[in-house]
């Protein structure tokens, strides 16, 4: 197909992997470590570096139309995220690192099997495996972590106020295990999970493209502003703290004690606009232009509480999965289970980023033999990940397609990519062919 799109045949090939993030949920951009692992999905772009300075991108999925610009203007529009813009955003990042005048054009013919709005990072994948593809093209050279931190900030420009997650976990993934991934510095610790069981995902065919919906954005300011009110209620710098991990750092308590301090300071009702600027000790107008994102400015309440509470809930969750993974005491599978089921009801109860239908394939999970099971990715939609025993693996998958997929003619047609068995792959990386 690429000989037949540019009349000659790729030089090089990148690949890069989807995650499915076993806990962890939304804390990332508040600065907490996240558990994630790569899966066997991917993106995957073969490449023909050009001699002119003109981008030309081809899909094997003829509903991703081709597209073309030149590398020396690109203009990314966040208000339709199509997907060459996910594209042009790797592909910005390392020009703007570099700060490279006459970047190389190139021929890029795009193939992947990661689920598209699926909460398994397929447009993280694309931007990550562009960025790649841009530094490979250029012959230029960046450690693991230097692209990751590039690629996190670079697909900020399609709108996407992500925290790093995704793209660290596709650039520093090992085949075979896990990783606690921690920000500020960017560094990733192996975790190896118990042997006797194996990870499903479960897509619930809900889509969710995140960079196209409000909802993940909301939760972000949420966050900043439950950081702010916590921060001024205990007498901190609080025009500087922008994430929940610095109100803890700065307080040095642990998360138990965070988790105490959020009760005694926030209420659970809704905050107005006003109620914030009565807090904080502001105008209305400071409040817009210096604390609320362009995308913001409309929103007239924000829930505070419940977002704080999930938060340091869930980062405890995360050191505790950890734990169990080290130590491995004989009944490990039953407590990491319980660890995952406790950040489904948070993240359905406390964060409200689950849906009917999410909730619904969590339950047929867990009735079939599942011994944890919780929404994975920004949620709305999208996947579910599962622990299951391995010896009853089969019997699990066979029951789950009957009790979800094949109830519903929609499911039902794309029920074999829907429903699968996952170990940790690898990360992502350039190929040659001989």
């Not at 909460?119 to 993280?124: D, E, I, K, Q, V």
């Amino acid at each position: 197909m690429f000989i037949s799109k540019f009349g000659s045949a790729p030089k090089f090939y990148a690949r890069a992997p989807g995650r499915v993030n076993l806990i962890g949920e939304h804390i990332d951009y508040c600065g907490y470590a996240v558990l994630p692992m790569a899966i066997e999905q991917d993106i995957l772009i073969a490449v023909e570096p050009a001699q002119t300075q003109v981008l030309q991108l081809a899909n094997t999925n003829s509903s991703y139309l081709d597209f073309s610009t030149s590398v020396n203007n690109i203009q990314i529009n966040k208000t339709k995220p199509q997907w060459h813009n996910y594209f042009l955003c790797g592909l910005k990042g390392i020009q703007e690192h570099f700060g490279l005048n006459n970047p190389t054009g190139m021929n890029c013919l795009l193939d992947g099997t990661i689920p598209p709005s699926s909460g398994l990072s397929s447009s993280s994948a694309l931007v990550c495996c562009a960025g790649l593809v841009t530094l490979r093209a250029n012959g230029k050279t960046l450690s693991k972590v230097e692209l990751a931190e590039i690629c996190t900030k670079s697909e900020r420009y399609i709108g996407t106020e992500g925290g790093g997650m995704d793209q660290s976990i596709s650039f520093l993934a090992e085949e075979g295990t896990a990783k606690l991934i921690e920000f500020s510095p960017l560094r990733a610790t192996d975790v190896r999970l118990p042997s006797g069981a194996t990870f499903v995902i479960a897509n619930s065919c809900v889509e969710m493209n995140k960079a196209a919906t409000s909802h993940y954005n909301i939760r972000v300011m949420e966050c900043r502003l439950a950081t702010k009110l916590l921060s001024k209620s205990k007498g901190l710098e609080w025009r500087k703290m922008l994430r929940l991990h610095d109100v803890q750092t700065k307080l040095g308590v642990s998360l138990e004690e965070m988790l105490t301090i959020v009760e005694e300071v926030l209420h659970p009702e809704p905050y107005s606009t006003e109620e914030i600027c009565k807090c904080l000790g502001i105008s209305l107008e400071e409040l817009h232009s210096q604390i609320l994102s362009q995308n913001m400015q409309d929103v007239s309440t924000f829930k505070l509480y419940q977002r704080a509470k999930h938060v340091y809930s869930e980062a405890a969750r995360v050191l505790e999965f950890q734990k169990i993974c080290s130590e491995a005491p004989a009944n490990a599978l039953q407590l990491l289970g319980e660890l995952m089921k406790q950040s489904h009801i948070s993240c359905r109860e406390m964060y409200e980023c689950s849906c009917p239908e999410l909730d619904r394939l969590v339950d047929i999970c867990l009735q079939f033999g599942a011994i944890g099971s919780r929404l994975t990715g920004a949620g709305w939609g999208g996947c579910t990940v599962s622990m299951v025993p391995t010896d009853k693996l089969n019997t699990f998958l066979k029951n789950v397609k009957k009790a979800y997929y094949q109830t519903d003619g929609q499911r039902l047609a794309v029920e074999n990519n829907s429903l699968f068995a996952t170990k940790p792959g690898r990360g992502a990386l350039v190929f040659v062919e001989a």
